[in-house]
């Protein structure tokens, strides 16, 4: 808390370095100088509310879900744009008591389990894979997330995270997207409507497609709440500005012999489980 409070002063204290003199123009459109054009030329008279105004929401809480075989990015990608909220407590809950493993195998420390969390103000489900296959069948964990949607501002899921928060029901009739692997096939067995887009916002909720992309939707979330300004911060902080080697990153991107083996390769490991669940799950899931 003490770091992000002087990440945030600091801010503020650039930021008044930029306050145009008279007839001084601006040489980028939309920067927090524009935005704080009418402080005086004292740096002290610029103040958080003139440079981020009010948020739309006051959010106290966020939570991200975490379980054995999560994927890394999922989790530390919104766990650091989603961090830097101001006066947020943003906590790792995870399904069961003890340390879990990422799909890479980084353990990480969960603050909390589900069992002792009532409420939260946004929460956020990261994908992965066998991990969150068997998530997706986990009945208990659906009753826990449906009881926390009732008081969130917020409800979103990252990549295949997005095949949980379906399987609870609350996406049905929503917009929604998700992996790239078998999306429209998948969103629509939870009654979503694909989006195809690389996240989605619809009512309280969020999705995104793949990995990455629970990024730019933790990104989009902060806007909404913090509003532009308090965004591009982050994203200064961060130095996002992605610039990949080559052309890639979705199906329509990639060669078509590389998409099809990737396929192949996710057909072997999902199938298989997804079979095992369903024959001990008795009512369809998914298939």
Not at 81 to 89: C, D, I, K, P, S
Not at 278 to 287: C, D, M, T, V, Y
Request: proline content about 5%.
């Amino acid at each position: 808390m003490r770091q992000q409070l002087v990440f945030f002063v600091t801010l503020v204290m650039l930021a008044s370095c930029t306050v145009k003199k008279s007839g001084e123009r601006d040489e980028v459109p939309g920067t927090i100088s524009a935005d704080v054009e009418h402080a005086s030329g004292d740096s002290n008279a610029v103040s958080m509310e003139s440079l981020f105004g009010k948020p739309a929401h006051e959010i106290k809480t966020i939570g991200i879900l975490v379980y054995n075989g999560v994927n890394d990015l999922d989790v530390i990608g919104p766990r650091y744009v989603l961090g830097q909220a101001m006066g947020v407590e943003t906590k790792l809950i995870a399904i069961n008591k003890g340390n879990i493993k990422t799909v890479m195998g980084v353990e990480l420390v969960p603050n909390t389990v589900i069992d002792s969390v009532s409420r939260l103000d946004v929460l956020i489900i990261p994908g992965g894979f066998t991990g969150t296959v068997e998530a997706v069948y986990n009945k208990a964990l659906h009753t826990w997330i449906r009881k926390i949607d009732e008081t969130t501002v917020y409800t979103g899921a990252v990549c295949t995270g997005v095949w949980i928060l379906g399987a609870t029901g609350l996406l049905e009739g929503k917009r929604a997207s998700s992996n790239w692997y078998r999306e429209e096939e998948f969103l629509e067995k939870f009654k979503a409507i694909p989006a195809n887009e690389r996240y989605t916002h619809d009512g309280k909720y969020w999705t995104s497609a793949g990995v990455t992309a629970g990024m730019d939707m933790s990104l989009a979330i902060m806007q909404e709440i913090y509003g532009s300004n308090y965004a591009q911060a982050v994203m200064l902080d961060m130095e996002y500005d992605p610039h990949p080697p080559l052309l890639g990153g979705t199906p329509d991107r990639t060669k078509p012999a590389i998409a099809r083996m990737m396929r192949t390769l996710y057909d072997g490991g999902i199938n298989p489980l997804i079979d095992s669940l369903e024959k001990r799950s008795g009512p369809k899931i998914i298939q």
